[in-house]
Nanobody, 115 residues
């Protein structure tokens, strides 16, 4: 069984920064894919950033240059550093990982950008 635990969400003013973290535990070996998604009220869940086991990254256009995804394979964690936050970044953020042939989702963490 695999468990994902997210942390780091909260309330921040426009222009501020937050760092999200997601830790995988349980039957974890190689993790080919790790990613962050977000879902705003009334909208679909969209990819924010992803990183492969070779550290190849991909970002949504709306966050390029502001967000950075990274992974620590020794700790089975994936992080999302979010800078220059905007009100439109407000959403529930979810981590997603591929282990074996199955995808796993975190429980979600709320990020609110407001003055």
């Amino acid at each position: 069984q695999v468990r994902l635990v997210e942390s780091g969400g909260g309330l921040v003013q426009p222009g501020g920064s937050l760092r999200l973290s997601c830790a995988a535990s349980g039957s974890v070996s190689v993790i080919p894919f790790m990613g962050w998604y977000r879902q705003a009220p009334g909208k679909q869940r969209d990819l924010v950033a992803q990183i492969t086991s070779s550290s190849v990254t991909n970002y949504a256009e709306s966050v390029k240059g502001r967000f950075t995804i990274s992974r620590d394979d020794a700790k089975n964690t994936v992080a999302l550093q979010m800078n220059s936050l905007k009100p439109e970044d407000t959403a529930v953020y979810y981590c997603k990982v591929l282990i074996g042939s199955r995808y796993y989702w975190g429980q979600g963490t709320q990020v609110t950008v407001s003055s």
